[in-house]
Structures are given as structure tokens and as C-alpha cells.
């Protein structure tokens, strides 16, 4: 397996854990960037890969920097999804491939698959309302997260009797075709996702948590060495199953 010499666009936990792992995916860090230390195109090493895991309000800057080396590169951050159509019109012109998502989780994409199924299935017993819960560390930049977002999605496409998502706390009751999506931040937490059908007869909860950033970062060297010989834009989560060659 070739060594593929990778930078990174962010060096706190997940680029550290990214760090740490690397060598055991194949990878070779050459170089690693965050606020203090902006990437400089001019001035960076030659690599093969770039993965950003910084802050939404630069994604697109980054984007627009390795686009313009013609690169590939993972994109791990989230919150930055109302310029993705500048992010894909980017990965075009420059002919390489971009990945990104909002978990890159292993654990997390077969959590998706699971809520999914249950939802189709919850769909035809009307006695069942749903409520979608999330923790977080309280240092996390986007509320509610983008895997709840994307667990949102996923309840709005397969139940029914649920056509909206609400945020935030209540004034009083919400609408019966409102999905409340709950997100708390405290502490050091990792991550916590929790999908919750309820009835007057019972509740079945799934939930998936985090212990550490290292699913995390699996899931992005995985995806990134696939997305070394790709064009355009993907989302993990639509070739997850692709990636790890799975049939599910």
C-alpha cells in the first residue's frame, strides 16, 4: 500500500487524533496548519491529500487554495454546508475530488442506516411520536450538530407524520408535524446522538455515542484514500458502503 503524504488544514483534536492515526492508514503528515499557523500555498510541502478539520468560516478559503493546486481532499468540519454549491462548482473546475461530511463516524454511518430502518418502520404505527437529542463538548461551534441535521433529514424522509424541524426550547407545546431536535453542550463530550419513538405504551431509543474522536478519524483516511482518484464532491455518507467495500 503507497504512503500517501497528506497535510492538515486544522490541528486540534480531530487533526491531532488524525495525526496520531495516520501512519497506520498509510499516511505520511507532512505538514499540519491552524490559525496561528495559516496554509500558504506558496510555501507548502508537495502532498497527495488534504484533510480540513479547522472552522467553518474558512472552508471555503481552503477549498479555494487546494482546489487551486489540484488536490483532493476530505473536508471534516461542518457548518459550513450554505456554500456548497461554491465548494462544488470548485471541485469542477479544478477536476479533483472532495469529500465531506457531517460524521465521519464508522459507527455513526451505521447508526443512520439503523434510524432509518426503524423510521420506515415507526412510519405505520401512529401511536409513536420521535424526538432527535444531541450532546456535545460545549466548545462545539454549530447548534444543533450537523450529524443531528442529517439524523433530522433522514426522520423527515421516511416518517409521515413529521414535515418540519424545530430547534431551540418551546414556548409551551410544538405542532404534531414538528420534529424537536434537542442539542445540549457541556463539557468534554464527544459526541451523543439520540433518536427517541415514543407512545403512551412504551419508548424505543437508539443512540449512538462517541468515546473519542478516533472513529472520527478513521472514517476520514479511509474516505480519503478513496477520494484520491475521484472528481467532484461527495458526501461520506452516500458511499460510505463504497469506501469500505461493504453490500448492505
Not at 22 to 38: E, F, L, N, S, T
Amino acid at each position: 500500500m503507497a504512503q500517501i503524504r497528506a497535510v492538515l488544514l486544522g490541528h486540534g483534536r480531530m487533526g491531532k487524533q488524525l495525526e496520531a492515526l495516520a501512519p497506520d492508514y498509510g499516511y505520511q503528515i507532512v505538514g499540519w496548519y491552524d490559525i496561528d499557523h495559516p496554509f500558504d500555498p506558496e510555501q507548502a510541502p508537495s502532498f497527495d491529500i488534504a484533510f480540513d478539520f479547522s472552522h467553518p468560516d474558512v472552508v471555503r478559503t481552503h477549498v479555494q487554495q487546494i482546489a487551486a493546486l489540484r488536490k483532493p481532499m476530505v473536508i471534516g468540519t461542518t457548518g459550513w454546508y450554505d456554500r456548497l454549491e461554491d465548494v462544488q462548482r470548485l471541485a469542477r473546475e479544478a477536476e479533483i475530488g472532495i469529500l465531506y461530511g457531517r460524521n465521519f463516524s464508522v459507527g455513526m454511518q451505521v447508526f443512520f442506516r439503523l434510524v432509518r430502518t426503524a423510521a420506515r418502520i415507526v412510519n405505520a404505527l401512529e401511536a409513536y411520536d420521535v424526538l432527535i437529542a444531541e450532546t456535545h463538548h460545549r466548545g462545539k461551534v454549530d447548534s444543533p450538530s450537523g450529524t443531528a441535521q442529517q439524523l433530522a433529514e433522514i426522520i423527515l424522509q421516511h416518517f409521515d407524520r413529521k414535515t418540519a424541524v424545530f430547534t431551540g426550547n418551546p414556548d409551551g407545546g410544538i405542532a404534531p408535524e414538528q420534529l424537536q431536535v434537542v442539542a445540549a453542550r457541556v463539557g468534554a463530550v464527544p459526541g451523543e446522538h439520540s433518536v427517541v419513538f415514543d407512545s403512551e405504551a412504551d419508548s424505543i431509543l437508539l443512540t449512538h455515542r462517541a468515546r473519542s474522536r478516533k472513529g472520527f478519524a478513521i472514517g476520514a483516511l479511509l474516505g480519503g484514500r478513496w477520494i484520491l482518484d475521484k472528481v467532484g464532491c461527495y458526501d461520506f455518507t452516500n458511499v460510505f458502503e463504497d469506501i469500505l467495500q461493504l453490500r448492505v
